[in-house]
């Protein structure tokens, strides 16, 4: 029942900043604030890999390739998620993805939404 849409992608230079935003369009995450929210991505050719988690009491973890540049956040109150992106690299570019994971194996819990695409031109 939970739809998540994604948005806040675009194209920018090497160096430059983006916000992605994460929400329910139907407005029901009655549990948000017991579920870990994360942000994927998926390049061209690539498998989805998993970019950042956050807790509901705002522990985080990001992977390494974009540790010290991407800070995610959230809002209970408003059951949203960000991805703050800086200093982005050619590389960075792919499709962005939010989701709740569950387990200690960080399982996707909801369907996926459409993505939002991030372009990083050289």
């Known amino acids: 029942q939970v739809q998540l849409v994604e948005s806040g992608g675009g194209l920018v230079q090497a160096g430059g900043s983006l916000r992605l935003s994460c929400q329910d369009q139907r407005s029901i995450f009655s549990t948000f604030i017991g579920n870990v929210m994360a942000w994927y991505r998926q390049a061209p050719g690539n498998q989805r890999e998993l970019v950042a988690t956050?807790?509901?009491?705002?522990?985080?973890n990001y992977a390494d390739s974009v540790k010290d540049r991407f800070i995610i956040s959230r809002d209970n109150s408003r059951k949203r998620t960000w991805l703050q992106m800086n200093s982005l690299k050619p590389e960075d570019t792919a499709v962005y993805y939010c989701n709740a994971v569950v387990g200690s194996d960080l399982r996707p819990k909801y369907n996926w939404g459409q993505g939002t695409q991030v372009t990083v031109s050289p």
């Open positions: 956050i807790t509901g009491g705002g522990s985080t």
